[in-house]
Structure formats: C-alpha cells, structure tokens
C-alpha cells in the first residue's frame, strides 16, 4: 500500500493511518494474501503446474490488483500460450 485509502495520505508503516486514524489491518492482510498467492503462482511455474499457478494468480489479480499481480498474470499466460492476454496485462501493467 503507498496511500491511505480512505484521506490518500503516504502509508508510512503501522495498522493506523497516521493522519485520518484508518485502520489498515485488513488492507494490509489482503495483500500479503495476494503476494503469497503470487509467490505460489511463481513456484507452480517452476515445477511447470500452469493449472495452479493460473489459479494463484487469478487469486491474486483478484485480491490486489498490481503491478506485481499483473506481472504474475502475464508470465502465466505466457506459460499458457496465450500470447494476446500477456500483452493485454502487459498495457494494464504499463498503465499503471
């Protein structure tokens, strides 16, 4: 997270917005679900599982959508085959 979701002041550190008093616990815990979920696509990459990692990433994409979750998706489309849905998360990326 880089901004506060609720006043959009920088997110330093900590469970509370330090202007606004927002509490991002549970902001925060999705997305350290989603990077465990892009951590988990990366792996089933690598002993070649494209069904898991399409899963995993799907999650992910889902929880977060970042930069980080579209780049994930896209190497797991490549792995598919499917060479139009990596460039179009490639633009998405870029337009972030």
């Not at 506060?4 to 002041?9: L, V």
């Not at 927002?22 to 002993?47: F, K, M, N």
């Not at 898991?52 to 797991?76: C, I, Q, W």
Request: contains cysteine; positive net charge.
């Amino acid at each position: 997270m880089t901004n506060c979701p609720t006043c959009r002041a920088p997110y330093k550190s900590g469970t509370k917005c330090y202007r606004c008093g927002t509490r991002l616990e549970d902001i925060l815990a999705v997305e350290r679900e989603a990077a465990g979920c892009r951590h988990e696509a990366e792996l089933a990459l690598a002993r070649q599982d494209i069904v898991a990692a399409l899963g995993y990433s799907d999650r992910a994409l889902y929880l977060h959508p970042s930069k980080e979750s579209l780049r994930t998706a896209a190497l797991v489309a490549l792995a598919r085959r499917r060479f139009s849905s990596a460039y179009q998360l490639w633009r998405e990326w870029q337009e972030l």
